[in-house]
């Protein structure tokens, strides 16, 4: 295909920005007045840019999607697979595209891959221009007064709030522009939905724009009214759901941070709730700075002497803890809520890590793989800084000697025992002054609730008080360690 060089195309590079409303790259793509392509191009690449099995079900349809709303505006989207530069070489030679617009991705092997391209294809003539569409703020500009990256949270988030201000609003165009139609893959051969079997039967969620859009509107007139209270509770629909959304770019950070600002300005939620929940976007905000500043932390501990913990190789347990069998009912109702949905109340996300941790003395990094494969939203950044936060290993995190008790938790976060219930209902029928630890309850109270213990539902794989002080005195090898070197 040939174009006329004052109408070449513009090439508008998708990634985890599957919208076209407030979306810097769309909108520079537009202002040009030229032909656009727009693009997505499903590279697996490094291991730390693979998309889990779950991301992918949801990829599948955020593209969807986004071809909908492209086609809806004499537009579509065009699939490639493969090498991105390869592909991205390959659209320019079909077509005499001489820009390419994208937003940026700041993961490490993402980043450096795309400077690699950038640089590989400005040499050969191609503009390569990219905008921060993901994020409040570019990692890299919220630094402290010795111009170092943040390592504690409350300053990053105090300096973030005090250096940013929400971009104007940007809506979708009315029209986008754009060639006859260039050769594209078809979604369907790609494969993202699971078969052989579908296990995403219970994935209830609308990927997508709309979708994200609809998700922030339930969430500003039911969850956010009692945000900070009711995001504890995971029986209750109290969280924004939002966090796929935000992953795949779906929805800008900032419309959700204005939306729950303006919903406190105009009385329908108190001040503070919105805080709180602006706060929860500036933790994923602080975990992807830190990974930015610190590449090391995708398979490596933030805090060095942590890597030293003598961890267990105990694949049964392991696998029990995958599969929610490890007799520890609201451990055990986390992961197949897990399996289920895509999803994990994020309340349950620190007590099922912590016992795969400290209960299990597992590797933390054996649980992030798990959660990058199952979860909808296996955002990187989040999901490394959050297992490390629990490992205590990480940026700002909690101590290694905070364990959790599962018994506990469960008898506060979940004291009526409805969420047990429904995602481990073979403990149906035990009483609320039982279900978080069956094992204790008087054979008769099992008789009678129909619970057959190491049969029905398994015994505990780990006692509690055991596992507490084995950790501590994991912990101990590592205080140790550097007391010797500080000699």
């Not at 656009?36 to 969807?64: E, F, N, V």
């Not at 930015?292 to 803890?321: C, G, I, N, S």
């Not at 016992?355 to 649980?367: N, P, T, V």
């Amino acid at each position: 295909m040939t174009t006329e060089a004052g109408d070449r195309p513009v090439i508008l590079w998708f990634r985890q920005d599957l919208r076209l409303a407030d979306n810097p790259a769309v909108v520079h793509a537009v202002e040009t007045g030229r032909p656009i392509l727009p693009l997505y191009i499903l590279d697996q690449g490094p291991a730390t840019l693979q998309t889990g099995a779950a991301s992918l079900w949801w990829l599948d349809k955020s593209l969807r999607a986004l071809d909908a709303s492209l086609r809806a505006r004499s537009s579509l989207l065009i699939l490639r697979r493969g090498d991105s530069e390869a592909e991205l070489r390959r659209l320019i030679d079909e077509t005499g595209a001489d820009a390419v617009f994208l937003n940026r991705r700041f993961e490490p092997d993402a980043f450096a891959r795309d400077a690699d391209i950038a640089h590989g294809l400005q040499a050969d003539g191609v503009a390569c221009k990219g905008w921060n569409g993901t994020l409040l703020a570019r990692p890299g500009s919220v630094l402290n007064g010795s111009g170092q990256p943040y390592k504690v949270f409350t300053p990053f988030h105090r300096a973030l709030l005090a250096a940013t201000v929400a971009p104007p609003p940007a809506p979708a165009p009315a029209d986008i522009r754009t060639l006859p139609e260039p050769a594209s893959d078809d979604i369907d051969a790609w494969g993202l939905h699971p078969t052989r079997p579908d296990w995403s039967h219970g994935f209830n969620w609308t990927p997508g724009e709309a979708g994200a859009e609809v998700a922030l509107a339930t969430f500003l007139s039911r969850g956010l009214k009692s945000y900070g209270k009711g995001r504890d509770i995971p029986a209750e629909p109290a969280t924004s759901r939002l966090s796929p959304h935000l992953h795949f770019g779906e929805i800008s950070p900032w419309r959700a941070v204005e939306a729950a600002r303006s919903a406190a300005a105009d009385g329908r939620a108190p001040a503070a709730e919105a805080d709180k929940f602006v706060a929860e976007i500036g933790w994923r905000e602080f975990s992807a700075h830190l990974l930015h500043a610190f590449p090391q932390m995708t398979d490596k501990a933030f805090r060095p002497e942590y890597d030293a913990m003598p961890w267990r190789d105990d694949p049964a347990a392991l696998e029990a803890w995958k599969r929610g069998q490890t007799g520890y009912p609201v451990v055990d109702a986390g992961m197949r809520e897990l399996w289920a949905t895509g999803v994990m109340h994020n309340r349950v996300r620190m007590i099922v890590a912590s016992f795969l941790i400290k209960h299990l003395l597992i590797d933390w990094r054996e649980g992030e793989r798990w959660f990058r494969d199952t979860l909808v939203d296996a955002d990187l950044a989040s999901n490394v800084q959050n297992w490390q936060w629990v490992a205590g290993s990480g940026a700002d995190a909690s101590p290694y000697f905070r364990i959790f008790n599962p018994v506990t938790q469960g008898q506060k976060f979940d004291a009526d025992g409805r969420y047990v219930r429904r995602w481990v209902p073979e403990l149906r029928g035990v009483p609320d002054r039982w279900l978080h630890a069956p094992w204790t309850a008087p054979p008769e109270v099992l008789r009678d609730a129909r619970v057959r213990l190491g049969g029905d539902y398994p015994r505990p794989i780990v006692d509690h008080d055991a596992a507490r002080k084995r950790a501590l005195a994991a912990l101990g090898t590592i205080v140790a360690a550097r007391a010797a070197e500080g000699d």
